[in-house]
């Protein structure tokens, strides 16, 4: 079965600047999760969705970080503007409902 | 809220020694514990999972037992290979399927 889809994997910005990332789940995964993982720590949870509902958006920085998902299949995350620390690896999981997260490649982002 | 405390690496060892990694975690209720395996170039993957306490995950000679007296679920394995070199996360999922936490990673680098 194809895994967790992402794109783009690599973006370089300037700050201040917006940024959109996709991620494309496993067929029939009703939990979709994101990621950040700044370099040399663990990945940060920022939002989970089930189905296309929010679960737990409790670490996600609102005022300027959005996800949606709207017809409860792909997802993207937005951020705007973007900071110098915004720099990370901003990763998609998706899942069953209790069951194992199958992680995506990730996208790479770099704020200059 | 829930977190999760990991061995500092960098862990450098020859090939056929013994592995401990050390995890130890803070959560309410009875959370799930796991260990993911992020090898060079790869994405993360779920390495063993425990779902309950005295839970013994196992996975390619890795495991570790969940340990509720001592919140602990340490990663041992007897031998290791040269290709176990990678990164090592541990995390929790919080006891009604969200709050997913992760620690810092331990990497680990075999020698023949």
């Known amino acids: 079965e194809a895994g967790v889809a992402q794109s783009p994997r690599y973006k370089i910005i300037e700050k201040r600047q917006s940024v959109a990332f996709w991620c494309n789940p496993i067929?029939?995964?009703?939990?979709l999760y994101w990621y950040q993982q700044i370099l040399g720590q663990g990945p940060k949870l920022l939002i989970q969705?089930?189905?296309?509902?929010?679960?737990?958006d409790s670490q996600l920085p609102k005022d300027r970080f959005s996800a949606e998902r709207l017809k409860g299949v792909d997802s993207t995350l937005k951020i705007q503007p973007a900071k110098l620390e915004d720099s990370a690896v901003y990763l998609c999981a998706s899942s069953l409902a209790e069951g194992e997260q199958y992680f995506g490649p990730g996208t790479r982002l770099t704020v200059t | 809220g829930n977190s999760v405390t990991q061995m500092e690496g960098p862990v450098t060892l020859s090939e056929e020694a013994f592995l401990t990694i050390n995890c130890t975690y803070t959560a309410t209720g009875y959370p799930s514990l796991f260990w993911y395996v992020q090898y060079p170039g790869e994405g993360l993957q779920l390495l063993l999972k425990?779902?309950?306490?005295?839970d013994k995950g196992s996975n390619k000679g890795f495991e570790a037992t969940y340990r509720k007296e001592t919140t602990s679920f340490h990663l041992e394995k007897g031998s290791v290979q040269v290709s176990d070199s990678a990164v090592y996360f541990c995390?929790?999922?919080?006891?009604?399927?969200?709050?997913?936490?992760f620690g810092a990673g331990t990497r680990l680098t075999v020698k023949p």
């Open positions: 425990a779902t309950k306490a005295d």
């Open positions: 969705f089930q189905n296309n509902g929010v679960v737990d």
């Open positions: 995390a929790l999922r919080g006891y009604n399927n969200n709050d997913m936490r």
């Open positions: 067929s029939g995964h009703a939990t």
